[in-house]
């Protein structure tokens, strides 16, 4: 398990900080510019450790915009990193109330809920990103690393392939994690074998 989140680790696997600033979705011109301005700099203030600043800053953009769940994704986010569990699943909640069909909002919160250790619910948001999106590759990579957790390494493997199948963001990491979980497997046979 040591090795895997090592080379977790050297792949970049957890989600960065920065990833706030991830691409928003058209929403109208000026709405859009907005959200992205706000969401980066938002992503600079936590880079910047100054997350309670990125937070009063989505809080105004939500109060302008507050049927955008990119912002209320966002917001989430840094709750999060705060180990703020309680606002971060109701912003993840509220942004899928506004859209049940945005497949982001379902593997977002699954990662909300890797994060604290909540499996079985991140499997299921996981499982429904992947209903409304089957040839999401990002989701695959998050999901196969919960399965790496769960030292379920056949299963994260599958999913690795389906990352590399469909184009996931990060190849690199996609390569790194699938050389892992394979070494894995086999050390995992070969100590079923032994004790055989």
């Known amino acids: 398990m040591k090795k895997l989140f090592a080379l977790m680790i050297l792949a970049g696997a957890f989600v960065p900080l920065s990833a706030l600033a991830e691409p928003v979705p058209s929403i ?31 809080n105004k953009s939500i109060n302008k915009s507050p049927n955008d769940k990119e912002l ?73 690393m919960l399965f790496a957790k769960k030292a379920k390494y056949k299963e994260a493997l599958e999913d690795l392939n389906k990352a590399e199948q469909y184009n996931a963001e990060n190849q690199r990491r996609v390569r790194i994690l699938k050389a892992a979980c394979t070494d894995l497997i086999e050390e995992q046979e070969a100590a079923s074998t032994n004790h055989q």
């Open 72 to 144: 209320f994704a966002a917001r989430g986010r840094v709750y999060r990193n705060m180990q703020m569990p309680d606002e971060a699943l109701r912003d993840f909640n509220k942004a899928i109330s506004i859209d049940p069909d945005w497949f982001q909002g379902y593997k977002k919160r699954g990662e909300y809920f890797s994060f604290f250790s909540k499996y079985d619910e991140a499997m299921n948001d996981y499982a429904k990103c992947i209903s409304l999106a089957p040839t999401y590759g990002e989701v695959y990579l998050s999901r196969a």
């Open 28 to 58: 109208g011109a000026a709405t859009e510019s907005a959200t992205q301005s706000d969401m980066a700099t938002a992503a600079k203030l936590v880079i910047e450790n100054k997350p309670q600043e990125a937070i009063d800053l989505l």
